[in-house]
Structure formats: C-alpha cells, structure tokens
C-alpha cells in the first residue's frame, strides 16, 4: 500500500509558476513509477508526466513538454512537478500517481494509487 499526498496547487496568472509536491509513503514507495495527471471540469484525466520505474526515464504530454519538468528527492520520497509559462489551459486539479511495472506511463489506467488532487487555477 502507497499513500499519496499533494500539495503546492494555487492561484496564479498566466506566465507565472508553480511548483508541485507528491509525497509517498508505505512500502517500497521508492520501487513504484510517478506520474502526474490533471483534470479539467468535464473532461477526462490526462497524463501530464512520469518517470519510470527505475526513475531514470521521464515522459511528458505534447501539451506541457518544455514548460513542466518532473523530478524527484529520493531521500523525501516525493516527486515534484515544476510548472512555468503556465497558461490558463492548465487550470486543472493535478492528481499524483504511482504504480508497479514498466511501459505505458501515459496510462492512466495502468496506475494503482492515487493522490486527493491539489487544484491549479490559471488566469488570464
């Protein structure tokens, strides 16, 4: 079993940043791969970004590449989104995730624990 909590969500305007946390606790938490989703009211949850399951390779959406990175403190057990240039499209509540095994991390259906969700609001 692996808990997760986020944390960091907030309001901010277009073009500024923020920095989201996932802490992760239970056992072996530090063996399970990390991805981030996000969803918009009325619209599916969308994978946003990931590392695998050795934390070596990260993965991104099209839609945030070059603007959120994905990193991690294994020492914290907590992963961390970076998110700059947002833009309003983003407004979202982001969902911290984790999973076992390797491939498909843009899946959200392959991840097993999930965290509350923290909510980002951009405005324009």
């Known amino acids: 079993q692996v808990q997760l909590v986020e944390s960091g969500g907030g309001l901010v305007q277009a073009g500024d940043s923020l920095r989201l946390s996932c802490a992760a606790s239970?056992?072996?938490?530090?063996?399970?791969?990390m991805g981030w989703f996000r969803q918009a009211p009325g619209k599916e949850r969308e994978f946003v970004a990931a590392f695998s399951y050795n934390g070596i390779t990260t993965y991104y959406a099209d839609s945030v590449k070059g603007r959120f990175t994905i990193s991690r403190d294994n020492a914290k057990n907590t992963v961390y989104l970076e998110m700059n240039s947002l833009k309003p499209e983003d407004t979202a509540v982001y969902y911290c995730?984790?999973?076992?095994?390797?491939?498909?991390?843009?899946?959200?259906?392959?991840?097993?624990?999930w965290g509350q969700g923290t909510q980002v609001t951009v405005s324009s």
């Open positions: 239970g056992r072996s938490a530090s063996l399970y791969a």
């Open positions: 995730a984790a999973r076992r095994g390797a491939s498909s991390y843009n899946n959200r259906n392959k991840y097993d624990y």
